[in-house]
């Protein structure tokens, strides 16, 4: 059974940053397509970013900003946020799959999700 635990999540100033992880367990990930959406009240859950191998998609308002990598020895995948904005305040919820479809935008196109983490901006 596929598992999900994020961590790293919190409270942070405008213009800080914040490194989310994300640990897997249940299988090998090395081959999967690993992503983070977020979910703010109020409004559906978001495309943040994604990683496959070394490629690597990002939503436009993270370009430049959020940096997904990932470590296959340990199963995780990170999000780095910097220049943090009040509007990125969401739960952050991690995603996989070992799937190859083009959805990497779409949370249509992930099997597996984790509980979430919540980050939030003050002004």
């Known amino acids: 059974q596929v598992q999900l635990v994020e961590s790293g999540g919190g409270l942070v100033q405008a213009g800080d940053s914040l490194r989310l992880s994300c640990t897997a367990s249940g299988r090998t990930f090395s081959n999967d397509r690993m992503a983070w959406f977020r979910q703010a009240p109020g409004k559906e859950r978001e495309f943040v970013a994604a990683i496959r191998w070394s490629v690597t998609y990002y939503a436009d308002s993270v370009k430049g900003r959020f940096t997904i990598s990932r470590d296959n020895a340990k199963n995780t995948v990170y999000l780095q946020m910097n220049s943090l904005k009040p509007d990125d305040t969401a739960v952050y919820y991690c995603?996989?799959?070992?799937?190859?479809?083009?959805?990497?935008?779409?949370?249509?196109?992930?099997?597996?999700w984790g509980q979430g983490t919540q980050v939030t901006v003050a002004s």
């Open positions: 995603t996989t799959t070992a799937l190859y479809n083009s959805d990497y935008g779409s949370a249509a196109g992930y099997d597996s």
